[in-house]
């Protein structure tokens, strides 16, 4: 202990009395928890600017928002909770209270794949509202039907059902050992039904990613067949405008946020093909990979938390009512209101009016009816 502190005193360049540190964690440790700290820091400061940003999104569109940030403070709570108790775990009696905390931390840690995966499906739903097409303009693209919502929250569900499942059991598991209600052999085969329900769960996960990554491609196509259609082209610069800035919406959603909720897909594989070596006799260091998914966690949700707040911070391809307060007709191009016939249309009668009569939209695929005034009747 002495020599400790003279060399620590000897070190420093001019000697002085310095503060001494019990602590003798594994430098690897002592890493993760230094970037957990870091990703809380990192994480706390983006949660703070969501908090701006999300006054931009009008108050029906911001659903996926909220449920983005009630995701993003269950994961930076656990970020830094389990800073505090890799420092202070020599203090934490083993017992019941470490095992309800290790739980708390598992479910809070790994809600956040699954919650803010579906936080991004939601904004594309939002998105595909500005989209119809079809006969009679009466469908949605996939992205926005109501069927494929429910099955995004059915899996999203089953995928927490199944994550809370292995937690319990991971936590019946170490209560009953401890306190020897249980055989070592009665606890390998509660540790082998908590790996099978979290084998299932990372199924349902893969899901939910996959299910992502095809309505974010599907949805920009639709945009961009969309604003192809000359029926819209010429409606009204304002419409063609609108449509552009959700195109940005969607992009950034491609670009800041899908390749980041693909690499940590990719990370929990990788992570449970590793830990399934261990099985097999294969040796591998569970520090170093500890270490590694905190850092590609970490990572990974912030640049997704940073990719959300690019798509919230310009007002513009939220609010349009500036664009509808000079175009009455652009009521019908919003999220919530979609196409009218106006109150003057009359079907063509029997003898057949040509084709481009007003009232009638020449492209067979989009029959978007649109308000031009009737021809003048000469008397």
Not at 85 to 112: H, K, M, T
Not at 154 to 159: A, D, E
Not at 322 to 337: C, E, F, I, T
Request: hydrophobic share 45%.
């Amino acid at each position: 202990m002495l020599e400790k502190r003279r060399s620590r005193g000897n070190g420093g360049g001019g000697g002085g009395t310095s503060i001494e540190d019990n602590w003798d964690a594994p430098p690897l440790v002592k890493a993760k928890m230094a970037f957990e700290i870091i990703w809380f820091c990192f994480i706390l400061y983006l949660i703070t600017v969501l908090l701006k940003v999300i006054r931009n999104v009008p108050s029906p569109q911001r659903q996926p928002y909220i449920l983005l940030l009630i995701s993003a403070i269950f994961l930076d709570i656990a970020l830094i909770t389990h800073a505090i108790i890799i420092r202070v775990a020599e203090y934490i009696p083993p017992g019941s209270l470490a095992i309800a905390l290790s739980s708390v931390l598992d479910l809070l840690w790994n809600q956040s794949e699954l919650l803010i995966t579906m936080a991004g499906l939601w904004v594309f739903r939002k998105r595909s509202k500005l989209i119809m097409y079809g006969e009679g303009a009466k469908a949605f693209p996939y992205a926005g039907q109501k069927w494929k919502f429910i099955v995004d929250w059915v899996v999203t569900s089953l995928s927490l059902l199944f994550l809370s499942l292995m937690v319990i059991v991971d936590a019946a598991a170490y209560t009953l050992i401890w306190d020897d209600a249980i055989s070592h052999l009665e606890y390998r085969r509660l540790l082998d039904a908590r790996t099978k329900l979290y084998y299932v769960q990372f199924a349902f996960y893969s899901i939910l990613t996959i299910i992502f990554v095809v309505t974010g491609f599907t949805l920009s196509g639709a945009f961009k067949r969309k604003m192809g259609l000359p029926d819209v082209v010429r409606t009204s610069l304002p419409v063609w405008g609108l449509l552009l800035t959700s195109v940005q919406v969607t992009n950034q959603m491609l670009i800041w946020v899908m390749p980041w909720l693909v690499i940590r897909a990719i990370e929990c594989l990788s992570d449970i093909i590793i830990r399934g070596t261990g099985k097999r006799g294969i040796t591998y260091d569970s520090l170093s990979l500890a270490l590694a998914t905190v850092i590609v966690n970490g990572a990974c949700w912030c640049m997704v938390l940073y990719g959300f707040i690019k798509t919230a911070t310009d007002p513009a391809p939220w609010d349009w009512s500036h664009l509808q307060a000079n175009q009455p007709g652009m009521a019908r191009y919003s999220v919530q209101v979609g196409p009218e016939q106006p109150a003057h249309y009359a079907p063509p009668n029997g003898n057949g009016a040509p084709q481009g009569w007003w009232g009638q939209n020449n492209n067979p695929q989009q029959q978007v009816y649109q308000s031009y005034a009737p021809p003048p009747v000469k008397v």
